[in-house]
């Protein structure tokens, strides 16, 4: 290949860069957000000690998505690049251009393009690593994560994306067809007609749409798995038939109404608009499946990370240590946490509770009884209202809030048979304290003297899986307990891993290090996902963006009639207006209304578990990325306006 040659291609990347710029834009923001991924992984200080190993899939994970997106992105981008300069490939080949140089010539530029992409994206990958560092030290709560140089980040983004840019190269120089000389000198001046619309299609595309809404307002947790599954995939062919049919047919109905259709500019703008929604319909389908994915992400690790400022009301308990019969450690675990908790200077209340396994006359299974007297001193400690029962009475004790919606309507008389002590269980008590690993599914507090009588304990629980004494350490600061009983939560993570929790003489649970592990771990997530999210977003705009100057030279030519006919600049921008607003909204609209009925199932997801609202969330996201997309709306129609001009 001579030097004129790559000079020539040069030249031509330099010339383009208007219709280049959105693509450049986003190869280098891939770039970046892939090199500050591979910082976070490979720094020697997250690695080695901090990283949450979900954490660290979650980033893995999104380099992957992220690289198969831009592989689809730039795929896309080159095929319309290559229609917006048809004409300028005929005139090379009228020139005397050969195929086989022509295929060098788009190679030559997409690497051009591409390898220019990755030194400034790494260039500013790097520069900003250091902000983006700071930002992940306040996530995971780190003294420190300085700024490090290692040849691994470095090597990884390069050699991915050179691979990604030579296989698109490649790729796009296939979609060149060999076609008639005239055709390529027409470019984006040929008068295609637009093809007629389906309405069994349009049919199909609002049916399938309604089913999935109608069915997203039915889901309940029976049901939320499989529907997860199984909505996505209609909802995405739904909206397929939507923007190639639905909307074709929608339009043909409206210019059949004179009140609506013929008025001057609303004509002149309508009759551009089904040749437009027809040619772009594929690109309108993919620019709102991109937005709806975004939506989803953000929306859905928001709200993972709201549910850890509610953690802490849904487990009250600070830490939670159980000593099974004849646990020998019991005395040293205890003394142990105490010590770590003063060396600390936390302020702690400890109570306990003694539970006596009992087998119920009703229904034959056994019930996990506990005494009034220790109950009321656990719940002072928590701050919620103590319980005064009469002799002969009890109450269940609930391990969630459904649980409690269940067992507060109960009213059952029965005889806890080892002792032959009747009692009456009435209602529940309107706060959960444990969990059902903890105290189990069928556990009740009785009033004081009954507990007295319970000398026999049920035949089988004195065993190692009986649970005999609950310690509750209440913690006014109870985030800082993050840093007590690492050991006795190593021990209880390795019998968790290895299946032996039934042969563990004790159980130990530190709500301040799993709220820690969850709140990093959301947060870290979170940040991957707006990352991912904001180059989904520049690539969807960028859709549009490449459609509309690849048929600039077109509409020059008929807002230049236009002038000469009498309409003013004025006019001209309402008219572009008219054109912009559906390529830019249509899609956005779609992805919202989308992905609101797929909060819904979020929704039921979160139900039982927290009370969290999704509406706040979702309204939240959706303002924060319309507001980005006006603003990307707005620098488009300066931008397309100027070149009109």
């Given at each position: 290949m001579s030097v004129s040659f790559r000079q020539f291609a040069y030249r031509n990347v330099v010339r383009n860069h208007r219709i280049y710029a959105a693509f450049f834009l986003a190869s280098v923001s891939s770039v970046m957000v892939f090199f500050i991924?591979?910082?976070?992984?490979?720094?020697?200080?997250?690695?080695?000690?901090f990283m949450i190993d979900i954490a660290f899939r979650g980033m893995y994970f999104a380099q992957i998505i992220l690289v198969l997106f831009m592989?689809?992105?730039?795929?896309?981008?080159?095929?319309?690049?290559?229609?917006?300069?048809?004409?300028?490939?005929?005139?090379?080949?009228?020139?005397?251009?050969?195929?086989?140089?022509?295929?060098?010539?788009?190679?030559?530029?997409?690497?051009?393009?591409?390898?220019?992409?990755?030194?400034?994206?790494?260039?500013f990958g790097f520069a900003f690593s250091k902000f983006f560092f700071m930002v992940i030290r306040e996530i995971l709560q780190i003294s420190a994560l300085p700024i490090y140089f290692s040849w691994k980040p470095f090597m990884l983004t390069i050699l991915t994306f050179a691979t990604l840019f030579i296989v698109v190269s490649h790729l796009s120089v296939l979609t060149i067809k060999d076609q008639e000389l005239i055709y390529l000198l027409r470019g984006t001046d040929?008068?295609?007609?637009?093809?007629?619309?389906?309405?069994?299609?349009?049919?199909?595309?609002?049916?399938?749409?309604?089913?999935?809404?109608?069915?997203m307002l039915n889901v309940d947790k029976?049901?939320?798995?499989?529907?997860?599954?199984?909505?996505?995939?209609?909802?995405?062919?739904?909206?397929?038939?939507?923007?190639?049919?639905?909307?074709?047919?929608i339009i043909d109905l409206l210019r059949k109404s004179k009140k609506i259709y013929w008025r001057k500019y609303r004509l002149l703008a309508w009759s551009e608009y089904a040749k437009m929604l027809?040619?772009?319909?594929?690109?309108?389908?993919?620019?709102?499946?991109?937005?709806?994915?975004?939506?989803?992400?953000?929306?859905?690790?928001?709200?993972?990370?709201?549910?850890?400022?509610?953690?802490?009301?849904?487990?009250?308990?600070?830490?939670?240590?159980?000593?099974?019969?004849?646990?020998?450690?019991?005395?040293?675990?205890?003394?142990?946490?105490?010590?770590?908790?003063?060396?600390?200077?936390l302020d702690y209340q400890l109570s306990m509770l003694e539970v006596k396994p009992q087998t119920s006359s009703k229904t034959g299974k056994a019930i996990q009884v506990v005494s009034e007297e220790q109950f009321n001193q656990l719940a002072k400690a928590l701050d919620e209202p103590t319980i005064d029962l009469k002799r002969g009475h009890a109450m269940f004790i609930p391990y969630s809030d459904e649980a409690y919606k269940?067992?507060?309507?109960?009213?059952?008389?029965?005889?806890?048979?080892?002792?032959?002590?009747?009692?009456?269980?009435?209602g529940a008590y309107p706060v959960s304290f444990f969990s059902k690993d903890q105290l189990g599914v069928n556990a009740i507090v009785v009033e004081s003297n009954d507990y007295a009588r319970l000398y026999n304990l049920k035949e089988g629980y004195h065993t190692?899986?009986?649970?005999?004494?609950?310690?509750?350490?209440?913690?006014?600061?109870?985030?800082?307990?993050?840093?007590?009983?690492?050991?006795?939560?190593?021990?209880?993570?390795e019998a968790s891993l290895t299946n032996s929790q039934g042969t563990t003489p004790f159980y130990y649970k530190n709500n301040g290090i799993d709220y820690e592990i969850l709140r990093s771990t959301f947060a870290l997530i979170l940040f991957i996902g707006i990352l991912a999210s904001a180059v989904f977003f520049l690539a969807a705009g960028s859709f549009i963006y490449f459609k509309l100057y690849a048929n600039l030279d077109r509409d020059k030519v008929q807002y230049t009639t236009l002038r000469r006919m009498g309409v003013t600049d004025r006019e001209i921008r309402k008219l572009v207006n008219r054109q912009l607003i559906p390529q830019f909204f249509l899609p956005w609209g779609v992805a919202v209304v989308n992905s609101s009925f797929a909060f819904i199932g979020l929704q039921v997801f979160w139900e039982g578990i927290a009370d969290l609202s999704i509406a706040k969330t979702l309204i939240m996201v959706v303002g924060i990325m319309t507001g980005l997309q006006l603003l990307y709306f707005y620098l488009i129609r300066w931008r397309y306006l100027a070149h009109l001009k």
């Open positions: 991924y591979s910082m976070l992984m490979y720094h020697p200080k997250v690695e080695n000690e592989l689809f992105f730039l795929f896309y981008s080159m095929r319309a690049f290559l229609e917006a300069r048809s004409k300028e490939f005929g005139v090379l080949m009228q020139l005397g251009m050969e195929k086989q140089q022509l295929n060098k010539l788009v190679t030559l530029e997409t690497m051009l393009i591409g390898f220019a992409s990755i030194i400034v994206g790494i260039l040929k008068n295609i007609q637009p093809q007629p619309y389906s309405k069994m299609g349009a049919i199909t595309g609002f049916l399938l749409l309604g089913l999935t809404y109608y069915i029976s049901n939320l798995l499989f529907l997860a599954l199984v909505v996505p995939p209609i909802m995405m062919i739904g909206t397929y038939f939507f923007f190639s049919d639905a909307v074709l047919f027809k040619a772009n319909s594929r690109m309108f389908f993919i620019s709102s499946i991109v937005s709806t994915l975004s939506f989803l992400a953000i929306g859905t690790l928001s709200s993972m990370s709201a549910f850890t400022h509610q953690y802490h009301q849904i487990n009250p308990i600070s830490m939670i240590y159980i000593s099974k019969l004849d646990n020998p450690y019991e005395y040293q675990h205890l003394m142990s946490l105490e010590d770590e908790l003063n060396d600390r200077n269940t067992l507060n309507t109960l009213d059952i008389k029965t005889t806890l048979v080892e002792n032959d002590v009747n009692i009456r269980i009435q190692g899986s009986r649970i005999d004494k609950i310690f509750a350490f209440t913690v006014k600061d109870w985030t800082a307990t993050q840093y007590v009983g690492h050991a006795l939560d190593n021990i209880m993570t």
